[in-house]
């Protein structure tokens, strides 16, 4: 592994302004806050949105990762507000967009008034439509939420909240001493990022490495959205029944297809169903075919995998990492999620036409171990764009209970 040359230790100087990010937020308030009879409303949306989103998108502000991040992530929102504008019936998406116990409200609201300014903030923020009339399938159900109490509520969070935060330390620094030690001097924080590579001939340390990586965002994400939901209850902002679980239960992802679609998070499923459902009729492909459900399967995973990628532009990147260090690894790990599933549909559809209808009593168990190998062999792709920014080199947490017994631990 390379010492950090001067190169790689120097970054890419801000090449923008905050504004054109700041105005894309605006925007997307201002366009469900406005008018719902405003000729061309659709035509504005997709011009405006999709104008912003590109100049922010050529405006790289900060070499602050933290900040930047919170803008790389900014695209499943003004995607959402994109959706449910231009799909939206005759009588725009205040008649089809309402919490569940307050139906059809923004009907009688008054253009950017207190009351519908706050729908539109709260629309933008819950992508996945929790106690809304658009709320995703396969939300985590948790009986007795509707009925729990606030004291309940937060003494479950809390408690879960220490967990996922203990893990996450743990994680981040497994990730600084496999990542980003030199395993000559023992110093982190020393190597070349543009030669880290979470490959390994080696297939113990090859595991570890793809494991460390891919418990991250899921450990951080939770954590976030743990942080956010005490928050929220606490203030009387929500109530507990807004909270249900982010992800599913990791005892269903026996194929990579109920992986994505029942254990993680589902924040952009409303978006991209809608978007790929359009193109499939645009296409004239009939609903309810193979030919319509893989097209809408490929064209959402190629879509959030263009804007993932998409998204790193935005971050700090040392001097002499190029773009496509960055991007392609990014990418093609959301387009091997839609070959994975294609094959394993084959897969299934075969055995059940050649042997058994039922699913045998093993079926899990190489369910398990078939998901499992699939994201072994494709985290390092985003693994190694993330390694690239240097993402994790430094610990996002200010304190660490794992920090010195993983020291101990040896390098690969």
């Excluded at 040359?5 to 105005?23: A, K, T």
């Excluded at 504005?44 to 922010?56: K, M, R």
């Excluded at 729908?119 to 985590?140: D, E, T, Y």
């Amino acid at each position: 592994m390379e010492p950090a040359s001067p190169s790689n230790r120097d970054l890419h100087p801000p090449n923008g302004s905050i504004l054109p990010h700041l105005l894309l937020i605006a925007a997307q308030i201002l366009i469900l806050s406005g008018p719902r009879r405003l000729p061309s409303r659709r035509f504005i949306t997709i011009s405006s949105i999709l104008t912003l989103a590109v100049i922010s998108q050529c405006n790289r502000f900060t070499n602050d990762p933290a900040l930047a991040n919170i803008f790389a992530l900014a695209w499943p929102h003004w995607l959402s507000v994109l959706e449910k504008v231009v799909f939206a019936s005759p009588e725009g998406p205040e008649a089809d967009l309402w919490r569940i116990d307050r139906p059809r409200e923004p009907l009688v609201w008054s253009a950017l008034s207190w009351h519908k300014i706050k729908w539109a903030v709260a629309l933008l923020l819950n992508l996945r439509g929790i106690r809304w009339s658009f709320q995703v399938k396969n939300v985590p159900q948790v009986p007795g939420l509707d009925r729990m109490t606030r004291v309940r509520f937060l003494l479950w969070r809390l408690s879960e909240l220490v967990v996922v935060v203990l893990m996450a330390d743990l994680v981040s620094q497994m990730a600084v001493r496999f990542f980003y030690t030199d395993r000559v001097t023992g110093e982190a924080g020393t190597l070349d990022s543009k030669y880290i590579d979470l490959r390994d001939n080696r297939w113990a340390w090859s595991f570890v490495k793809a494991l460390t990586f891919g418990l991250g965002p899921y450990f951080f994400i939770n954590m976030q959205y743990l942080a956010v939901s005490i928050l929220a209850v606490v203030t009387g902002i929500s109530q507990p029944a807004d909270w249900p679980p982010l992800f599913g239960k990791l005892k269903y992802a026996t194929t990579v297809r109920n992986f994505w679609g029942t254990f993680w998070h589902q924040m952009l499923r409303s978006s991209l169903s809608k978007i790929t459902g359009a193109v499939v009729d645009f296409l004239g492909i009939c609903r309810g075919t193979n030919a319509s459900s893989y097209t809408q399967l490929w064209l959402a995973f190629t879509v959030s995998g263009v804007m993932h990628a998409a998204s790193q532009l935005l971050m700090p990147r040392p001097a002499n990492i190029e773009i496509k260090d960055i991007a392609v690894g990014i990418f093609l790990f959301f387009p091997w999620q839609a070959a994975m599933i294609t094959l394993e549909d084959f897969v299934i559809w075969l055995w059940k036409r050649r042997f058994c209808p039922e699913n045998p009593t093993w079926a899990p168990l190489v369910g398990y171990l078939w998901v499992m190998l699939t994201f072994w062999i494709s985290l390092p792709f985003p693994g190694n764009s993330m390694a690239r920014l240097k993402m994790g080199e430094v610990p996002p947490l200010p304190f660490t209970v794992f920090g010195p017994m993983v020291r101990m631990l040896p390098l690969p």
